[in-house]
């Protein structure tokens, strides 16, 4: 069991809330949320890369010199990959990086990093959080109150909420995201996650509904949450 302290827009405490970290994740599978951030990473890569190989680059494909009788080691065409100007020996070629795991690795993967921020006390848990309109001043002003000035940090809310990331986008190294926008790369790449009381309990919700693949869990390199 976690207990965490709920705080007000000026950094004060008014509550507390209790969590069991097992409803999250039984266990926290560091295997499994390295395979979850590899592929996020691995997706966003473009695999546009190309160089020439040697049969690309222009230029006359004539023997340079005769082979022998001249004293120096034998040599092709200006194209050759050991000269200047040359193509490429292992030509680079477009590529398709991403693949995917299974949705069920990654709704786990998702659980145990919110987990595991929960457990090293990097998520800080605001009572509510809401704008009549974009307010980027008053934005910056409750994470300096909460004391996530400077520090990157997600800003989770149960649903997407258009003038809370207008008010949070210009500010550095802040981020926001829905709930259901949440993956493990969002979670554990900030140092920081701020999050509504309203997100937690769907948070909690969503992983009491999901049912958890004990093959996956238990899997091997894991360490026991609590």
């Known amino acids: 069991m976690a207990e965490l302290n709920v705080y007000d827009r000026n950094g004060k405490m008014v509550d507390k809330y209790t969590i069991d970290l097992a409803e999250l994740a039984p266990r926290i599978n560091k295997q499994l949320l390295h395979d979850a951030v590899v592929m996020?990473?691995?997706?966003a890569r473009m695999g546009t890369s190309?160089?020439?190989?040697r049969g690309e680059v222009s230029g006359s494909t004539k023997k340079l010199y005769r082979q022998k009788g001249t004293g120096n080691a034998r040599v092709g065409s200006r194209q050759s990959g050991i000269r200047r100007g040359g193509g490429h020996i292992h030509a680079l070629r477009p590529r398709e990086y991403s693949y995917r795991l299974t949705?069920?690795?990654?709704?786990?993967a998702t659980?145990?990093?919110?987990?595991s921020k929960i457990r090293d006390d990097e998520m800080v848990l605001i009572d509510q959080l809401a704008f009549d309109e974009p307010r980027t001043k008053e934005m910056a002003s409750i994470l300096a109150a909460l004391g996530l000035q400077g520090?990157?940090?997600l800003v989770?809310?149960?649903k997407h909420d258009v003038n809370i990331y207008k008010?949070?986008?210009?500010?550095v190294r802040v981020m926001t995201a829905s709930v259901a926008e949440l993956n493990a790369l969002s979670v554990l790449k900030p140092r920081k996650m701020l999050v509504t009381k309203a997100a937690l309990d769907e948070i909690k919700n969503g992983a009491s509904r999901a049912k958890v693949a004990p093959e996956v869990a238990d899997a091997g390199g894991s360490e026991a949450v609590g």
């Open 40 to 43: 996020y990473q691995a997706n």
């Open 111 to 115: 659980r145990m990093a919110i987990a």
């Open 50 to 53: 190309k160089t020439k190989a």
């Open 156 to 158: 989770a809310t149960e």
């Open 167 to 171: 008010s949070a986008r210009n500010i």
């Open 103 to 108: 949705r069920k690795a990654l709704q786990l």
């Open 151 to 153: 520090t990157s940090t």
